[in-house]
């Protein structure tokens, strides 16, 4: 599975542990960077077998809502500079919140300053809404998108 991969060694972290929720899911509609996290951490990464927790693509740190002005933040680092599948990866992290939260929440999703070589262009393509709707249009993209979502191979 190495072959032709842009980055055929990651590291890979441990996963951590879930925390219980004693909650109902958007009881009050409050939402909690934790709450992301726990939906978002099990995105498979594109290029390998491994989850973006795993790879420390995202952490609970890179996720910060702000309930006032109705936005969430989603901060993330892709494993090498030349990632060619940060945007894949900013596209699934939008599609699974775009799943699961309130639809009044603008979603900023940004790859991390200085963490990857064409930071202004990625993150332009994934907070641009015709853009993200054109990538989602393209059928091999889409079936991308779907098996970094709803893989069970973690």
Known sequence: MTLG???ANPVVHAKKERIAR???FHCDDAVDPLE???FVRDIRDPEH???LEQLSVLSEESITVDEKLGRILITFTPTIQHCSMATVIGLCLRVKLKECF???FKV??????????????VNKQLNDKERVAAAL???NLRQLVDECLY???L
Do not use: F, Q
Request: charged share 30%.
């Open 5 to 7: 991969l842009i980055n």
């Open 22 to 24: 004693t909650e109902d």
């Open 49 to 51: 077998p491994y989850s």
């Open 102 to 104: 309130p639809p009044h």
């Open 36 to 38: 992301i996290y726990d």
């Open 137 to 139: 249009e393209n059928p």
């Open 108 to 121: 900023d999703i940004k790859v991390a300053p200085g963490s990857h070589a064409d930071e202004e262009s």
């Open 151 to 153: 893989s069970s191979e």
